[in-house]
């Protein structure tokens, strides 16, 4: 009840603090962790369980997708991208520069274009929201972005042609705290 009354959009970022090795692995668990390892299912639900988004991760010191399976970054990229993962100049601040990318490769086959981009949305929004909660728990600024350049995220990212990128969400320690 307590993180659902603090959760709260928050653009203002400490540039110079960094979330701990801890913050950040649980960040990630909340946002679409395994926690039914009997199972491989997760914290965040997915529409018949298709599973299909891949979290990347942009830090200071480049960017990576995360495994949930394995609980572990796998390395994407070289240099600090946070500044490209979205249009307003405090994405370069943040922390942490979350980005939601639907695999349609890993959708139903028997599904449309127009349902995978509808179910991709929708199993983002989850996950956007388990952000919000953790962020809120832990006292750290969180806001998900829409207004992004897909097409620059896709090149930096090395993204194929069957991922799409749904959204951003930076999350960061308030400036001020």
Request: with cysteine; hydrophobic share 40%.
């Amino acid at each position: 009840m307590q993180a659902l009354n603090e959760r709260k959009t928050q653009r203002n970022f400490d540039a110079e603090k960094e979330l701990s090795e801890q913050q950040l692995a649980n960040l990630l668990w909340a946002a679409t962790g395994v926690n039914r390892p009997e199972s491989g299912k997760m914290t965040a639900p997915t529409a018949m369980d298709d599973r299909e988004i891949d979290v990347y991760v942009v830090l200071k010191s480049g960017a990576y997708r995360y495994d949930a399976a394995k609980h572990t970054l796998v390395f994407v990229a070289e240099g600090d991208l946070r500044g490209d993962m979205g249009r307003q100049a405090f994405t370069a601040d943040a922390a942490v520069m979350l980005v939601y990318v639907a695999d349609y490769s890993k959708m139903s086959v028997a599904l449309s274009k127009e349902n995978k981009d509808f179910y991709s949305a929708v199993d983002v929004g989850y996950i956007s929201q388990n952000v919000y909660l953790f962020a809120a728990s832990e006292k750290l600024a969180t806001v998900v972005l829409g207004w992004i350049d897909r097409d620059k995220i896709t090149k930096a990212l090395s993204l194929k042609k069957e991922q799409k990128v749904i959204l951003t969400q930076c999350v960061g320690v308030p400036k001020g705290e």
